[in-house]
């Protein structure tokens, strides 16, 4: 399931830190599977990924939102 882009923009800057994390984690697990052999749906991986840009994005624009306003 991709991330909806309104929940993650209503996300501090610590949620998203924790959430990039375990994003990270998700799609090393998934490459692991893909290079064993075991992983079925080789999309998620690339799902991940996106979902990791949107958070990247977000939170690259609340901190340069905060920059901007000092």
Not at 43 to 60: E, F, M, N, S, Y
């Amino acid at each position: 399931m991709a991330l909806d882009l309104t929940k993650t923009r209503g996300m501090t800057l610590d949620e998203l830190s924790k959430e990039e994390l375990e994003l990270r984690e998700e799609i090393w697990k998934l490459r692991l599977q893909r290079s064993t052999g075991q992983l079925q749906d080789t999309r998620k991986i690339r799902r991940k990924r996106h979902d990791l840009a949107r958070i990247l994005t977000v939170r690259r624009e609340i901190t340069a939102a905060s920059a901007k306003s000092r």
